[in-house]
């Protein structure tokens, strides 16, 4: 997205150059505290703040929530160089480890401070650009001053063949009478598990159920080992591939339900991207997490999916089964699919280069 973003920022001519500042090891971390991680905040901290220090005043910097905690040091400098700086929030640091951290005696005065610095801060950006209404409400709370935009993420161009809703899984449900739940991307502290497994465990009384999953890190793989075990079903698992084939992916293979997960205690802090993936391949969602996030507008507004909260009580998720297991509300949660894919696709680089530069001015600039 970030190609995506200095590519629009040039084709609409809202800057005459644009440079990106990266970090030296490519590739996908799942979080945590890893060396490659850690190598790419030091080197990202380093490469930024002498750039910001040594460049030109009128530039505008754009910096991204990843690697954790870089925007804070970033935005210090730029207001103290008079330079406009743009927060693009992706996850939300330090707010997500105040909030699972913040009890911790060792902890709580560093995960403070960061609070209070963060807090302070977002007045300067021009302007926070967030990804969901939840997470707009949540930097409003944090600082009314702060000025916010509301922009979804995106995935890449898909051919319009891959369109249209999955037709391996209809004619897979029609033939076999199994339910398929695909689960994309990265699984870790800020996604929930009891109340999707809960949803399946109980789907799997009344239908049959096949787990397929892409990209999940080694490290959760036991969570859908043991449900596989427990429902006797089969899961097939596949590793991180792109976007595209990965939509491919989940028609060839007729998934009927894409799962979203998301812990409510973290509402505001992040919005999972995976919804995306399953719009591009026609699956309707299964989503367990707050509201206002995208994966809950997909079914809220409309109709593409199953919404619960995360922590919903045996009742709401005997609710959720009964359409998990019913091929009409399928079929309709389809249709709303399709309609949710058309509205998230019409963002992309593009459109974020316009919205920031509507308020903080890119114009004929670096």
């Not at 063949?161 to 899984?169: D, L, V, W």
Request: charged share 20%; with cysteine; glycine share 10%.
């Amino acid at each position: 997205m970030s190609d995506d973003l200095l590519r629009g920022l040039r084709e609409g001519g809202y800057a005459r150059t644009t440079a990106r500042w990266k970090g030296l090891l490519p590739g996908l971390t799942h979080g945590g505290t890893s060396p490659r991680r850690l190598l790419n905040l030091v080197w990202l901290f380093v490469r930024s703040t002498t750039g910001l220090l040594l460049g030109r005043r009128d530039r505008v910097v754009i910096v991204r929530s990843t690697p954790p905690l870089l925007h804070l040091p970033v935005v210090t400098l730029c207001r103290w160089r008079g330079m406009r700086c743009v927060f693009w929030l992706m996850d939300y640091h330090p707010v997500i480890e105040e909030r699972l951290w913040g009890q911790r005696a060792l902890l709580r005065p560093l995960v403070g401070w960061l609070d209070s610095w963060d807090r302070h801060e977002l007045a300067a950006f021009a302007p926070v650009v967030v990804l969901d209404e939840a997470m707009a409400e949540l930097v409003r709370e944090r600082n009314p001053r702060a000025k916010v935009l509301v922009h979804p993420t995106w995935g890449a161009a898909l051919p319009r063949a891959i369109h249209g809703g999955p037709a391996a899984g209809a004619q897979g449900v029609a033939a076999h009478d199994v339910v398929v739940f695909a689960y994309l991307g990265n699984f870790g502290q800020g996604h929930g598990w009891a109340t999707l497994a809960a949803c399946i465990r109980s789907t799997a009384r009344r239908r049959a159920v096949r787990l397929l999953t892409v990209g999940v890190p080694e490290a959760a793989e036991p969570a859908f080992a043991t449900l596989a075990n427990e429902v006797g079903c089969e899961w097939e698992r596949h590793p991180r591939m792109p976007f595209i084939a990965a939509a491919t992916l989940l028609r060839e293979r007729g998934a009927t339900w894409g799962c979203v997960a998301m812990r409510g205690d973290l509402a505001g802090c992040l919005s999972p991207s995976k919804f995306s993936g399953y719009l591009a391949a026609g699956v309707p969602l299964l989503y367990a997490g707050p509201p206002k996030t995208n994966a809950w507008q997909v079914c809220a507004r409309f109709g593409g999916g199953v919404a619960l909260n995360d922590s919903a009580e045996p009742a709401e998720v005997a609710r959720a089964v009964v359409e998990l297991a019913d091929r009409d509300v399928w079929r309709r949660a389809i249709k709303g699919a399709e309609r949710a894919r058309e509205y998230f696709e019409s963002f992309d680089g593009g459109t974020l280069a316009k919205l920031i530069t509507s308020v903080g001015g890119c114009n004929d600039g670096e």
